[in-house]
T-cell receptor
């Protein structure tokens, strides 16, 4: 149980394009989903927290107009990187849980490369 | 302030050796949860254990064991008889009160065959 999928696993795109990443909880209903960013050999940095049906809460320094998060259902959250630039290249990981203090189960991550 | 410290950046051991990964945390909350996650080269974080602040019992799961000591704010992780498949980055993490998950900087474990 507690399987989270992410799609796509790899994205290469041109600068200026938008990229959408999907995160799905496959065998449980996730009240809360989280989006993280990880640079090589570094820890995970929380970008935002989203609850189903409400607006996402962004961490300080994360541009909400650039990183659009939608949590339309209890099993799906999407992250859209708008007008991507090379500095947005990173490893993006989502997680899902039954609530803020509950165990977070992570997806396999999406590697984004912006040329 | 919440903080998780994993002082060991990288550790290398020879296969079949035991290895302990250290984790020290800071929080003012009396209720909190501690976690360990494994991140193999593929990148996916694998949940290993969750422990709440009121449960100081040590836990063993196969070759894995965890030692939680509130007196020293530590939650150390030991792998017995290490195997090559244990090679990964291991993250200790803390959820204090009703806040988000705070990760340590991770310890990269390399098990040499």
């Amino acid at each position: 149980g507690a399987v989270v999928s992410q799609h796509p696993s790899w994205v290469i795109c041109k600068s200026g394009t938008s990229v959408k990443i999907e995160c799905r909880s496959l065998d449980f209903q996730a009240t809360t989903m989280f989006w993280y960013r990880q640079f090589p050999k570094q820890s995970l940095m929380l970008m935002a927290t989203s609850n189903e049906g409400s607006k996402a809460t962004y961490e300080q320094g994360v541009e909400k107009d650039k990183f659009l998060i939608n949590h339309a259902s209890l099993t799906l959250s999407t992250l859209t990187v708008t007008s991507a630039h090379p500095e947005d290249s990173s490893f993006y990981i989502c997680s899902a849980s039954l609530g803020r203090q509950e165990t977070q189960y992570f997806g396999p991550g999406t590697r984004l490369l912006v040329l | 302030a919440q903080k998780v410290t994993q002082a060991q950046t990288e550790i290398s051991v020879v296969e079949k050796e035991d290895v302990t990964l250290d984790c020290v945390y800071e929080t003012r909350d009396t209720t909190y949860y501690l976690f360990w996650y494994k991140q193999p080269p593929s990148g996916e974080l694998v949940f290993l254990i969750r422990r709440n602040s009121f449960d100081e019992q040590n836990e063993i799961s196969g070759r894995y064991s965890w030692n939680f000591q509130k007196s020293t704010s530590s939650f150390n992780f030991t792998i017995t008889a290490s195997q090559v498949v244990d090679s990964a980055v291991y993250f200790c993490a803390l959820t204090p009160g009703a806040n988000n998950l705070f990760f340590g900087t991770g310890t990269r474990l390399t098990v040499i065959p």
